[in-house]
């Protein structure tokens, strides 16, 4: 059984049909790549994975169960983390403090009277599983920065960071190399291996750069216009003459 | 049946008013997006412009109307719009909404320092004679009557063509879905918005005129029902459907007055309950209308391009400054609060326990808006279920307001818990709607109620046994201050605050994370309300007797406004502000008497700044300060090199 299963996802936005009676499947600790032109509806699809829209058709599986209709908090616990095409972090916090929330949100042990008991703050425990997670990603030295003055590379892998502090057994990730240069994005594809390998995290990976999927995934969806056009292993996606001329606009 | 006829066709005059003014609400929402607060105040300076001219200075009537509906009215759209809402149109909803807040607190008393706050029995009437009568629909109605019902059906015809066939007109339509997505279509935005803060004028001062004369004096707080009333059809509307949105208008008035109809005369229901209808109305819509979640934010495709708001001051730590800092809070505050009581006396004394009593309330709003970024309309209410919950057991079960204050805070925050609850699943401007809503019905129906509000007489809360002498009592209240600015402070450092923090950046990533924004925005209001209602508790036991006028909706309105305006993010800014709240209407009454009507206009113009200044204008001159001083500073220590 996949990890995570969706059928029949339909979602319309007034004239536009973002997505059509798409259907896509991950399996547990597998990467998957999710490619397509601009406006093809991948992000659209994410937010309806995670229940940011609501699909006007389909269902979503993950883990056994049906998150239909479940807030996005519910979803988060049940193991689905992701990053954001356009960023969304916390202004005002430090990179260190992004991971330490997601790490309480994790534990889900905040109650009230502990703060008022002044026992809100972070663990012994929190603090050193904080401190991997920056020295996993390399961004040690400048966790303690506000997000508004980190470069958009470094933000992105704050952004990384909180999602993998709660642990997630699937990851969507909304183009993470966008706006990083090329030393960071290998970088960042060293991180995603690791991750995949050391905590068998399952990946979902949008991306323009082909270089970095190939690098990343194992089997490739291709979305053009709300409808898959091809999927498979990487490089039969990447072989397919309809594949090309959609998404490449190579002749072939 | 015909009694029936009778009250609907009577409810449909106010109905007419309502659509009016509902209509005016949507117009400028849709254009600027700001949900306009100040529409009753609006209406109610036209209608003080016009009894001044007509039953004062004897003009003639159209002349009056001329001046007042034609020429004031709009003029006042025209300059709200050029002087503040022009300027936030892209600004988050907490800044439109305290703007407008802030002039709905300032327009009355400004027309009170220009017209006097002396009665204003038997307002005049607009076009027909309220003494001569028609028939209409088989009933009888009065000449003002007529006169709502032709006004309200000329106003929505003429409306509905300029929507439909001029250009202004379409683009105002258009102005709607994403101003910032019209304004890189090259249609001028501002034209458009100016456009609809001059035609939501014109209908205030008309609805203004109109309404008048169905009281029997002119009072602002009857402006306030009707902008309430308009809120409850604008909702009905989803704040977007002009067609909804006069139905809505006509639904409340009809209900209104056929339900008023046919309850007993004079009793506690017939006089609570229909200055009630309407609030019940919007809070119903506001927990049951489907659709009314606000997304705007998420599919607003350019939302992001707002800047963020600045870090507080403290944040930007120099621990020389810090050093600084703390010596000027250990000299100067004793100073502030002690030196002039070799003027004042025992006079200062009490003004000062008073500044302390309302900075403990105030802190409620520290804790909601400062920590969660939610706005409530309903602090001072919950002050008053604090109050009224310790002076019933002090007068009942001869129970001691050191308990009064404990468990006034609890019933206060388990009612704030029961009011967020359309929060959880609205937020924004309707959080700030629910509450004003509550405010409302609190004022009206809660609080005369005898058991609650202890009728005429009020109630008797004793100064607890000990605490009787001024000083101890004042004592009593910086702990008790203490105390909740203790709670803030760790709930702002600990987990719930550390969700709060995570939402105010972005909800959508913090759920994201598997943090619940209903759950953290509810514990925040609870604790909110408990901290007002300790406030409240121990207001009622400076003042030694409370009634239900004490509690005043308007308060709750002037205390947001005032603590947005000093900071909302930190202790201090509510300490500023109660003591403010406390002294400054003490000064005038000693020195300027006849600016005191002005204390709110006063109060309001803080809002004014809150818009350049989203952190608070005593933090933002603190942090413009401590520049200057780390400026200085560094200067010394280059010196000598
Ligand atoms: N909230 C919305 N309201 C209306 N239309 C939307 C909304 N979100 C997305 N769309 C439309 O749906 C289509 C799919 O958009 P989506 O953002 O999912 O594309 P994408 O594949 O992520 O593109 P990109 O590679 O540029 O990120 C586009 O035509 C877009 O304009
Ligand atoms: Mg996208």
Known sequence: MALLEATGISKRFGGIEALSELSLFVDAGDAVGLVGPNGAGKTTLFNCLLGLLRPDTGRVIFDGRDLGGMPIHRRARFGIGRTFQRMELFTEMTGREHLLV??????????????????????????????????????????????????????????????????????LLDEPSSGLDRTESLALSGVLARVQDERTTAILLVEHDLDMVLRSVSRLYVLDFGVLIADGPTAQVMADAGVRRAYLGQAV | MSRFITFAVFGLSYGCVYSLAATGLVLTFRTSGVFNMAFGAQAYGSAAVYYAAVKESHWNRWAGLLLAVVVVGPLLGFALDRVLFRHIRTAPQVVKLITALGLLVGIPSVAQFFFGTDNKPNPPDAFWSSHTFYRFLGSRIDGNQLSIIVTAVAVVVALGLFLRFTSIGLQMRAVVESPRMVQLAGINADRVGTTAWVLSGLIAGLAGV???????????????????????????????????????????????????????????????LRPSFPFLVLVGLLLFLPGLRQRRDTTDPL????????????????????????????????????????????????????????????LSITALTGLSGQISLCQFSLAGVGAFTAGQLATRYDLSVLWGILIGAAVAAAVGALISLPALRLGGVYLALATLAFALMADNFLFPLHWVGGGQSGVQIPKPVGFSGEWAFFFLSVVVLAICGGIVVLVRKGTTGQYLAALR??????????????????????????????????????????????????????????????????????????????????????????????????????????????????????RRSLAAITRWLDRKQVAPT
């Open chain 1, 102 to 171: 997601a790490e309480r949100a994790r534990r889900r042990d905040g109650a009230l009277w502990k703060d008022l008991l002044n026992r809100g703050g972070p663990s012994a425990d929190e603090i050193g599983r904080v401190d991997a997670t920056l020295d996993l990603l390399g961004i040690t030295d400048v966790a303690d920065l506000p997000v508004e003055a980190l470069s958009m590379g470094h933000g992105r892998l704050v952004e990384l960071g909180r999602a993998l502090m709660t642990e997630p057994k699937l990851l």
């Open chain 2, 210 to 272: 109109l309404l008048a004369p169905t009281h029997t004096a002119l009072v602002d707080r009857d402006f306030t029902l009707l902008l309430v009333a308009a809120m409850a059809a604008a909702a009905f509307g989803r704040l977007i459907s002009l067609p909804l949105t006069l139905l809505g208008g006509l639904a409340v008035g009809v209900g209104q007055e056929v339900l008023a109809g046919y309850l007993p005369l004079n009793s506690v229901w017939a006089k609570g």
């Open chain 2, 505 to 622: 950046g972005s909800e959508t990533a913090a759920a994201t994370i598997g943090i619940s924004p209903a759950r953290a925005k509810f514990t925040v209001f609870a604790v909110s309300a408990g901290i007002a209602g300790a406030g409240g508790a121990l207001y009622g036991s400076s003042v030694t007797s409370v009634n239900s006028d004490q509690f005043n909706f308007f308060l709750s309105l002037a205390f947001m406004v005032l603590v947005l305006t000093t900071g909302v993010r930190t202790v201090e800014g509510a300490v500023n502000a109660g003591i403010a709240f406390a002294v400054i209407p003490f000064l005038l009454d000693k020195y300027a008497s006849n600016f005191n009507v002005l204390v709110f206009a006063l109060f309001a113009y803080g809002s004014l700044t809150y818009a350049k200044h989203p952190e608070g204008i005593v933090e933002f001159q603190k």
């Open chain 2, 303 to 362: 939302a992001a391009c707002d800047p963020p708001t600045p870090a507080l001051a403290a944040s930007h730590g120099d621990p020389r400054l810090r050093r600084i800092n703390r010596v000027t809070a250990l000299v100067g505050i004793p100073a502030i609060v002690f030196l002039p009581m070799l003027a004042y006396h025992h006079t200062w004394l009490n003004v000062m326990t008073l500044g302390v009593v309302f900075s403990t309330i105030m």
